[in-house]
């Protein structure tokens, strides 16, 4: 089979879903259509910035003529979507090759299996963003601004509609998102960091340091050196993400953001760190049973009631969320929790064993890959066996501002997918605060 990855290389997530797909056998070809961050492994085969690549064929062809621009600007975009063409199974993470995703019509027209993988601002709609924080009981969270509202909806709308599989979660959802596939690590790139010293190192590795809670960190270390804690820091800022997986082997405590998790928490488990991360409420937990019930009932009947029994039938969809082994912090108790483990040698021992059999048992890409083709290959196991996550948030919870314009694309980009034969079966019919589903 052959799998065709695009169009920008998040996190490195080219690399991870390209080994998985090729530890199954399959032939992966990877585009990048932009330019990749410094700290971005740089797996593509392909980079498509064609404003750069065509740049350079001007340089050579020592033509300044804008129509040769256009020219070879578009040649590459082609050679890129021919590639698309050939393969089976099109995953796209952060865009398509199309503004207004066309190009998902068309491959689908051709037969072609469609992943869309949800990541960041894209899919994001901060007035949603903020609301869902709140309604799931999180820290409050500080990121990046999102793109205009008529640009998320029709992306996310678009992908809904068309895509085979979604991956990763939106807060203006309406279509149950795949999750387990988000937890992929190379465990062969990272090196072990070795026991747990008595005196730690703690590493603290900012992409963002408003949004990773850096400045709440470094007045942590502060006040703990002041009170006479032994410990040493390290901080490692805009490092090619190679380099940086080294850098989790020199630490014992690697303190993540305070304020949204990432994959750079899986990567210090892998390592043996004891990880300090973003804290999730005892809420996340009891909205999933919510969301699940009808499910669980049908599954357990008068079991039901019993929690071990949910919690069972949770886990075999998304194992990952019940034995995730980060200690979780907010900004509020960041500071004792790392005190406590700075402090406690023998549980700092026991949270890096529990890392490393963590990632060792749920991260390898190979699982993640696999479990996305077969749902592809049968999408009724993706109800069947809960492994995704449907919270209906957009549908049954959220407040939109009061705004007629606001709300009358909701409700047209709505209405795109009202059809689908997926709505019926989690949308449910209402009218609350302007939104009509």
């Known amino acids: 089979m052959k799998i065709f990855i695009g169009m920008h290389n998040i996190t490195s997530l080219f690399h991870e879903y390209a080994m998985g797909f090729r530890a199954l056998g399959h032939e992966v070809f990877t585009v990048e259509a932009g330019e990749a961050p410094p700290h971005v492994d740089g797996v593509t085969d392909v980079d498509m910035d064609v404003f750069n690549l065509a740049r350079m064929r001007l340089l050579r062809e020592k033509s300044t003529e804008p129509a040769r621009w256009i020219h070879w600007v578009n040649r590459y975009r082609e050679m890129a979507w021919e590639k698309a063409l050939e393969a089976d199974v099109c995953l796209f993470i952060w865009n398509t090759f199309s503004p207004d995703c066309r190009d998902l019509v068309e491959l689908k027209r051709r037969g072609k299996k469609i992943i869309v993988r949800f990541i960041g601002a894209e899919s994001r709609i901060d007035h949603a963003d903020e ?113 940086f997986l080294r850098e989790y082997a020199t630490a014992d405590i690697y303190c993540g953001s305070l304020y949204i998790g990432g994959k750079a928490d899986r990567e210090s488990l892998a390592a043996g760190n004891v990880v300090l991360s973003t804290a999730l409420s005892a809420k996340r937990y009891s909205t999933l049973v919510e969301a699940h019930a009808e499910k669980i009932k049908e599954r357990f009947g008068d079991q039901a009631k019993d929690d071990a029994a949910i919690r069972e039938y949770l886990r075999q969809g998304n194992p990952h969320m019940f034995d995730y082994p980060v200690v979780r912090v907010s900004p509020e108790s960041a500071k004792d929790t790392l005190a406590e483990y700075i402090g406690n040698y023998a549980l700092r021992s026991k949270q890096s064993e529990e890392g490393c059999q963590f990632v060792e048992r749920y991260c390898d890409p190979a699982l993640a890959c696999a479990q996305m083709l077969e749902i592809l290959d049968e999408p009724e196991s993706l109800q069947s066996q809960a492994r995704q996550i449907s919270l209906g948030f957009f549908n049954q919870a959220y407040d939109p501002p009061d705004d007629p314009e606001q709300l009358a694309l909701y409700n047209n980009y709505t209405q795109m997918v009202k059809p689908c034969p997926w709505y019926k079966r989690y949308v449910t019919p209402c009218e609350r605060h302007g939104l009509h589903f």
């Open 131 to 243: 609301q869902f924080t709140r309604h799931m009981g999180l820290p409050p969270t500080r990121r990046p601004g999102s793109h205009p509202l008529h640009d998320t909806l029709h992306y996310v709308r678009m992908a809904e509609k068309h895509a085979d599989l979604i991956l990763g979660f939106t807060a203006v959802g309406l279509r149950p998102a795949h999750c387990a596939s988000v937890t992929m690590v190379d465990r062969a790139r990272i090196p072990k960091s070795g026991p747990q010293r008595e005196i730690p190192l703690l590493l603290h590795a900012p992409s963002g340091r408003q949004r990773k809670g850096t400045g709440e960190w470094l007045r942590i270390f502060d006040e703990l050196h002041a009170a006479g804690l032994r410990f040493g820091v390290k901080i490692c800022e805009r490092m090619p993400h190679l380099d």
